[in-house]
Structure formats: structure tokens, C-alpha cells
């Protein structure tokens, strides 16, 4: 009877063992999940461990019983099938086939990347913008003492603007214990392009969330929801509404075992209710804008890039082998977000042939071919303008100012805050505008473009005209006041910082007035009055 007991209790501990490790990890019940396979090979052993303690009469009989060896042999064909399964999804063997995962369309810069307006410019990075998220997170003084704000900071576009947003999460087990019944009360939202931060309450809290745990833990939750799917790293998104969801992409696995990684459908979980709903790659909805991560499409464009004649050539004579440079940034077009990063040689030197947007809804990916300065020249030769100054600038964002592709970089001061914008062109890396404000700088640039005798700028000829003020309004943008202008004889709007055009001051609505100007998108910048 207390053998009995005994083999029992040995196996209810090896159950309760397995039971702990599978709801703490919680890998994918999925063979294409190498998280499962180390699952499984630990369960093997675990299991022919104790099984062997129960049915063993004496050490000796440990060592000789049938178990053990019945232990090794089905452990070795496990690990075996793991090695081989591995080799077998690598681009060692299948270079093709993960050359072929990424398909680049060649495109025409001037065709796709349209000028834009300065106020849709995103002037902050992520850096910047979790320290204006904790700046007001810190001001929230009802809030501040039992949460804090997550490093998410999930890129969107919402109702037009490039946007980043971010839950707040307990700040601490203790906070936790308090306050989850409630849940979390909101999240932080901030615009890029004029760096306006929100907390954004919720009528509900929200009650799934990284912070979170036990089986609110949104990790947890979505692996006990769907116990088969691998998913990838999840992000929070609001939709048109502002209603807060999480974003959980399902990893496919197109080579082998464990190859050829794509993303094959989309879970939408609710992270108010836990609601989920999902979705195949191809029905999801568009304002979700983050599937594929920066890192998958990078990954897979440099497959695309290096291994077009063979993985041995990646390592001998490295022919045609292209990867992308090492950064990356996030550009707001055509309603989605997109990945940019330039395109340079593997032998590793400091310019770029060309540079690809990737869509990260639909995967998307087109190559530019645009030969020059890659991104940390860009980065050094902006940083040498104000070198007496000690700013650091940011990764460049990719722009069409003046027809002319260009890098837009923020400059940083040591504590990481904004304090001038350069904008660097990409061809001839040595034209670099600096100034106080991006309107200041884009003046600046269109000035050198022009003086430096590059002609494809029609857009921005300057042109004059001689009017009736009509209308005039103040506002302050980038903290510099601004007046907007209308004049008779013109339906167009005027934009005069006064930081540049003091005299503004003096003018009323029925005075006349004279403007040199260069045409812009929503408005047309002004370059002299009279």
C-alpha cells in the first residue's frame, strides 16, 4: 500500500511540476514552437526521472532498470529530431526559398514620397516621447504614486497624425494588489507633430495587460484563449474611437520546422472586456497599423538582399550581397505605417544605394534606388553643425522637401530633449540646414538646394504678391508665434513666424500688405513682407 502511495504521489509531483513550468512559460502547444520541443524534452526526462524513482527497489536498480535506458533513448530521439529539424529550416539549406520570403517592388521616389506639410512632420522619436509621457504621467498627481507608464510607445496613425501611444501599468505588486479590480484607468497618447501629450481616461479600466497577473496577464490570457498559435510580441493600439486593444500577431512558419517566420493571421483582444476576434492576414482591419514587426521585415529584407546567389556566397565572395544599414524609423504615409531604413553593401561602407518602406499591415516593401550618404553620416554631419553645442542627433526620417529625398534628423541636448532640427540631403550629404524650428530649417534648406544649383524645386519658386489682409490669426507653434494670413486677390494662407518677421506685429486686418513666398501644400511660406 505504500508503494502504492508512494509511485502515485511521484507522478501527481511530476504533473504538478509539469503544470507550474507549462503556466509560467506557456509555450505554444504547436510542433513549429521551439518552446514546446524543450517543453516536451524536459517533460520526457522529468517524467523517466521519476519514474524511475518510483519504481526502482534500490539505488543499484536505478542504475539498471529498463526505464532509465527506455529514458535515454527516447530523450536522444527527441533532441535528435530538434537538431535535425533545425538544420533542415535554416538558409544554410533552403537560401532560396528565404530569399523568395520578401517580395521588394523597385519604385520611383518623386511618384510615392509626396512633400509634405511641416505640421505632419513627426519631430519626436521614442525616446522623446517617454520622456514627455512621464513628464505628464508625473503631473497626474492622483495617478503617479500607484502607476507608471509603459515602455511601449506603439507608432500609429490616429485620425491622420503620426501618434504614439502607451498603457499605464502598476507600479509595483503591491499597486497592483490594490488597484486591479478597477483596472488601469488610462492611457497616454502624443502627437509627434506638435508633441501634444493626453492621458486619456477610460470609463472602464483596463483589465489585460502586461502588467498584470495570473490569467489577466495578456500573455496568459491570449495563450489559454488560442493554446496552438506562436504568437509574436504584442502591441497596443487604440482604433478610430480611441477604445484600447492589443494587437497579437501569429507567427507562420513557411520553411521546415522552424523556418521561414512570417506573420499568418492577427488576434484583436479588447484590453477593457479580453474580447477577441480573430483574423487572417489578409481581412485585417486598416486602422490597425502595426502587424509585422520593424525587426521580422528587416530580417526578412536581408535575407532578400544577401542570399540571391546562395548562402556560401555570403561568406566567400559576398557578390550582389545588399543588407539594410543599421537603424531604422517609421514613416507615416498612404494611411499606414511604414519601416524605412536604407540599403548598403555587406563590405560594410559609409554610403547607401537606395533605401525600402515596408508596410507593416500588409508587408508591403518597396526599394528605392537613391545612391547616397547612409544614415550615421547623415547623423554626423548634422551633429557637426552644432558640435559647439554638444547635441546628439536623433536616427533620420526619410522626406521629400524641395523634390529632393532628405534626411530630417531632431537634435538632442544631453538630457534628451528637442532643441533644433537639421535636414541633411541624401545625394550630397555635405548641404545641411539647421534651425530653431522646422519651418526655420526647411527655409534654410530650400535656400541651400537653391544657391548650391540644384534645380528640381519647382514648388518652392518664389513668387510675390500684393494684397488686402482680409483675415489674420495667431497661433503658437513649437512654442513660436505665429500669424496666418489671408489676403484679397489669394484663397491661399500665409504662415509668418514672428520669431523671423517681427514687423508682423504692426499689421491689422485692412492693411495692405506685401508677400514673397514659396507655394506649400495647406499653407505658402513666407520669405520676406513689406
Not at 494684397?467 to 496666418?484: L, M, P, R, S
Amino acid at each position: 500500500m505504500k508503494k502504492a502511495l508512494r509511485k502515485i504521489g511521484i507522478l501527481l509531483l511530476a504533473v504538478l511540476i509539469g503544470f507550474l513550468y507549462y503556466y509560467i512559460t506557456i509555450p505554444a502547444i504547436n510542433i513549429h514552437s521551439r518552446g514546446f520541443w524543450i517543453f516536451i524534452i524536459g517533460g520526457v526526462v522529468l517524467f523517466f526521472v521519476l519514474l524511475t524513482f518510483a519504481f526502482a527497489k534500490s539505488q543499484k536498480d536505478m542504475k539498471n532498470t529498463p526505464i532509465v535506458k527506455v529514458g535515454f533513448v527516447v530523450t536522444g530521439i527527441f533532441i535528435l529530431v530538434f537538431i535535425i529539424g533545425s538544420i533542415l529550416s535554416s538558409p544554410i539549406v533552403n537560401a532560396a526559398k528565404y530569399q523568395q520570403l520578401l517580395n521588394v517592388n523597385d519604385r520611383e521616389f518623386q511618384t510615392d514620397i509626396k512633400e509634405v506639410s511641416f505640421h505632419q512632420i513627426p519631430i519626436l522619436d521614442k525616446d522623446s516621447a517617454e520622456l514627455l509621457g512621464n513628464r505628464k504621467m508625473g503631473s497626474m498627481v492622483n495617478m503617479v504614486s500607484q502607476f507608471e507608464v509603459s515602455s511601449l510607445y506603439t507608432q500609429i496613425n490616429y485620425q491622420g497624425a503620426p501618434t504614439r501611444v502607451t498603457p499605464l501599468e502598476y507600479a509595483s505588486p503591491i499597486k497592483w494588489l490594490t488597484n486591479h479590480k478597477e483596472g488601469i484607468p488610462a492611457y497616454i497618447k502624443i502627437n509627434m507633430t506638435d508633441q501634444n501629450v493626453e492621458l486619456v481616461k477610460l470609463n472602464q479600466g483596463i483589465r489585460y495587460s502586461e502588467s498584470e497577473y495570473f490569467n489577466r496577464y495578456i500573455y496568459r490570457h491570449m495563450r489559454f484563449s488560442y493554446p496552438t498559435y506562436i504568437f509574436d510580441s504584442f502591441n497596443f493600439e487604440i482604433d478610430d474611437s480611441g477604445v484600447p486593444y492589443w494587437v497579437c500577431p501569429v507567427k507562420k512558419y513557411t520553411i521546415g520546422l522552424f523556418g521561414g517566420e512570417t506573420i499568418g493571421r492577427v488576434v484583436l483582444c479588447n484590453a477593457v472586456t479580453g474580447e477577441t476576434i480573430d483574423y487572417d492576414i489578409t481581412e485585417v482591419p486598416t486602422w490597425i497599423d502595426r502587424v509585422f514587426s520593424a525587426e521580422l521585415l528587416i530580417q526578412q529584407y536581408d535575407y532578400h538582399g544577401t542570399l540571391k546567389h546562395g548562402y556560401l556566397n555570403t561568406l566567400l565572395s559576398q557578390r550582389d550581397c545588399l543588407k539594410t544599414s543599421d537603424g531604422y524609423n517609421y514613416l507615416a504615409m498612404e494611411d499606414d505605417v511604414w519601416v524605412y531604413t536604407g540599403v548598403t553593401s555587406v563590405s560594410g561602407d559609409e554610403s547607401n544605394v537606395g533605401f525600402v518602406l515596408m508596410n507593416q499591415r500588409t508587408r508591403e516593401t518597396r526599394f528605392y534606388s537613391i545612391e547616397g550618404a547612409e544614415e550615421y553620416s547623415a547623423m554626423s554631419s548634422a551633429e557637426g553643425q552644432v558640435q559647439h553645442l554638444g547635441y546628439k542627433a536623433t536616427f533620420p526620417l526619410l522626406l521629400n522637401i524641395g523634390s529632393e529625398p532628405t534626411y530630417f534628423i531632431a537634435l538632442k541636448d544631453e538630457a534628451g530633449l528637442v532643441k533644433k532640427y537639421a535636414m541633411v540631403n541624401i545625394k550630397r550629404y555635405q548641404i545641411v540646414a539647421i534651425g530653431d524650428s522646422v519651418l526655420e530649417c526647411e527655409k534654410q534648406y530650400i535656400s541651400l538646394l537653391s544657391s548650391n544649383g540644384i534645380t528640381n524645386e519647382v514648388s518652392q519658386e518664389i513668387q510675390k504678391i500684393t494684397g488686402e489682409i482680409t483675415k489674420i490669426a495667431q497661433a503658437v507653434i513649437d512654442g513660436n508665434t505665429h500669424y496666418y494670413i489671408m489676403v484679397t486677390g489669394s484663397n491661399a494662407i500665409f504662415d509668418v513666424p514672428v520669431v523671423d518677421y517681427i514687423n508682423i506685429i504692426k499689421f491689422n486686418e485692412g492693411d495692405t500688405i506685401t508677400f514673397e513666398y514659396a507655394q506649400g501644400i495647406d499653407k505658402n511660406t513666407v520669405y520676406s513682407i513689406e
